[in-house]
T-cell receptor, first 110, second 114 residues
């Protein structure tokens, strides 16, 4: 089945540590996105990539980094510079203007 | 810039009640409009969409009509079920944007009780 996978589903991190969230898609979509979801705040765009080896900052990119070395993969690194990283992170890809979402990763900083 | 405003929740309804979730938008171009649904612990799924004024999107008994004159895209369902309990997000994609970036509302949590 085609789709978007995110791993792990739950992730725990100590303060000061970097952590990388995985996002893989086998839909052959060019554009991919990372969103952060906090209770009562909807989805906020962190980074997006329209083609391999290219990506742009979204509304809340500070403290995050991404790479896009392959079309299928768009990993997100939450760095120690992110002041409040505990949140639900959603990855998405786009075909013909419609966004398809992965199941999400819940990150908790201890 | 673009923005989406949804009615605040949570909304609690009895089974078979009528549902309306209000959504209004601000956009510089001619946006496409979407409703997404998120079940507990999951990602978002597209529920319905409309790409131009007066279009009606529909799916699984839900409907929404693109009203350009009132800049609205209200979600309705005639008879809700317990399985409709979820968070609903209204979103837009501006026609002027170079990417397929979406702007989301804050979401409305719906709980349907038997």
């Amino acid at each position: 089945d085609g789709g978007i996978t995110q791993s792990p589903k739950y992730l725990f991190r100590k303060e000061g540590q970097n952590v990388t969230l995985s996002c893989e898609q086998n839909l052959n979509h060019d554009a991919m996105y990372w969103y952060r979801q906090d209770p009562g705040q909807g989805l906020r765009l962190i980074y997006y990539s329209q083609i391999v080896n290219d990506f742009q900052k979204g509304d809340i990119a500070e403290g995050y980094s991404v790479s896009r070395e392959k079309k299928e993969s768009f990993p997100l690194t939450v760095t120690s510079a992110q002041k409040n990283p505990t949140a639900f992170y959603l990855c998405a890809s786009t075909r013909l203007g419609e966004q398809f979402f992965g199941p999400g990763t819940r990150l908790t900083v201890l | 810039g673009d923005s989406v405003t949804q009615m605040e929740g949570p909304v609690t309804l009895s089974e078979e009640a009528f549902l309306t979730i209000n959504c209004t938008y601000t956009a510089t171009g001619y946006p496409s409009l979407f409703w997404y649904v998120q079940y507990p612990g999951e990602g978002l799924q597209l529920l319905l969409k409309a790409t131009k004024a007066d279009d009606k999107g529909s799916n699984k008994g839900f409907e929404a009509t693109y009203r350009k004159e009132t800049t609205s895209f209200h979600l309705e369902k005639g008879s809700v079920q317990v399985s409709d309990s979820a968070v609903y997000f209204c979103a837009l994609r501006d026609s002027g944007a170079g990417s397929y970036q979406l702007t989301f509302g804050k979401g409305t949590k719906l709980s349907v009780i038997p």
